[in-house]
Nanobody, 115 residues
């Protein structure tokens, strides 16, 4: 079965950095687009970044452009989100996701940006 496991969240001060990881199994990772979403308290889940199957194409929410970088290592079936210049508004639960006949989600990892 498809499994997506996120890691790397935590508490960081404004201006700091974090790198999230998503390890995937149960589907042909190197053939499918992958994405990162986040959900802040009291808000709807929103798309943060998306990568094509090869990693050659990426797209970002306007709010994170220039600060976040999505990447993937298809040899390790792992996707990453490098987050720099973090702001309090980046606080939330971050989820990795893919669509493989249906939408799948990881369990999420908490990111808190606070001084």
């Amino acid at each position: 079965q498809v499994q997506l496991v996120e890691s790397g969240g935590g508490l960081v001060q404004p201006g700091g950095s974090l790198r999230l990881s998503c390890t995937a199994s149960g589907f042909p990772f190197n053939s499918y687009a992958m994405s990162w979403y986040r959900q802040a308290p009291g808000k709807e889940r929103e798309l943060v970044a998306i990568s094509t199957y090869s990693g050659g194409g990426t797209n970002y929410a306007d709010s994170v452009k220039g600060r976040f970088t999505i990447s993937r290592d298809n040899t390790k079936a792992t996707m990453y989100l490098q987050m720099n210049s973090l702001k309090p508004d980046d606080t939330g639960v971050y989820y990795c996701s893919t669509y493989y006949y249906q939408r799948y989600w990881g369990q999420g990892t908490q990111v808190t940006v606070s001084s």
